[in-house]
């Protein structure tokens, strides 16, 4: 007997009660599917700018993201700092490196098991330009449509936040010169391995910033940092063996965002789900 037959038999047997039985299974079903599968949130910071807006709400896929997550999706994930354990904020954010990854952070993108992987078009990052081209610069923004995002101007310099195909759109439109006064202000190189489940880390500096808050939730030991050294139960160690399986997530506003650079390795229980798509724009 198919459903229709099942629902058509409820309704005849008792209207009133076979309709409210219907009603009571479609909440039922739409609670589940919410609290399990699909749900609905909207993005409260500017740090995927360019993808999703502050304001946007997004639909979310639940289901477990083990052996299912990509690099290069945009995920909802509770922070993992102890500080934020009372009232964990969701944070969206873009996943570029899976658990026993190794990463290179670079200016124009990302090395990872030695695949080059570019920035995102819609990255935002910090840029500078003379005082005398300032208005002129200025000019070609509204010129070409940009957004302006002027974070400060001094007597040496004014700076700027744009993304990298706004970047390539203004300097298409400059001369020599003023090419070379506008400057991408330089941001740090970092290689670094992705914890995964049952392995054995050596524990460098760079690394030991990332996995610090992970080493304290999962050691048994006493756990401190002296001289930027790794000490478990007053005992300096160099190598560390983790219990779960984590993520390095990167936002594309990187000057505006909180990250893995924040946050250091996501474990996988702290990641609610995938953003599927946009459902509603903050500006609809």
């Given amino acids: 007997m198919n459903l229709k037959r099942i629902l058509k038999k409820y309704v005849q047997a008792s209207p009133t009660g076979g309709w409210g039985m219907i009603i009571v299974c479609i909440i039922g079903v739409v609670l589940l599917i919410r609290h399990f599968w699909i749900g609905s949130y909207r ?7 360019g993808a999703l807006h502050k304001g946007d709400f997004v639909l979310v896929n639940k289901l477990p993201v083990k052996n299912h997550l990509k690099r290069n999706q945009i995920i909802l994930f509770r922070s993992p700092l102890q500080r934020d354990k009372d009232n964990s904020p969701l944070i969206v954010s873009r996943c570029v490196a899976l658990p026993g990854d190794t990463i290179q952070v670079k200016p124009d993108g990302y090395i990872i098991n030695g695949i080059h992987y570019p920035r995102s078009p819609q990255t935002l990052s910090t840029y500078t330009i003379t005082p005398g081209l300032r208005e002129p610069f200025l000019n070609l923004l509204i010129r070409l449509g940009i957004p302006r995002r002027e974070q400060s101007t001094s007597a040496q310099v004014s700076t700027f936040i744009l993304t990298s195909f706004e970047e390539y759109q203004i300097r298409e439109e400059m001369n020599e010169r003023a090419n070379k006064l506008f400057l991408r202000e330089k941001e740090e190189d970092y290689t670094i391995i992705v914890p995964r489940k049952g392995q054995t880390y050596r524990i ?19 756990v401190t940092f002296q001289n930027r050294k790794l000490h478990l139960d007053g005992k300096e ?14 936002s594309d506003n990187t000057d505006d965002a909180v990250d893995s650079r924040y946050v250091g390795f996501v474990p996988a229980e702290n990641i609610v789900g995938k953003v599927w798509f946009r459902w509603l724009r903050k500006d609809d």
């Fill in 237 to 250: 160690t160099k190598t560390f063996t983790f219990n779960k399986d984590y993520y390095w997530v990167l």
């Fill in 43 to 49: 993005i409260s910071t500017h740090s995927m700018e």
């Fill in 204 to 222: 460098n500096e760079s690394f030991l910033t990332a996995s610090r808050e992970a080493i304290i939730a999962e050691a048994e030991q006493e």
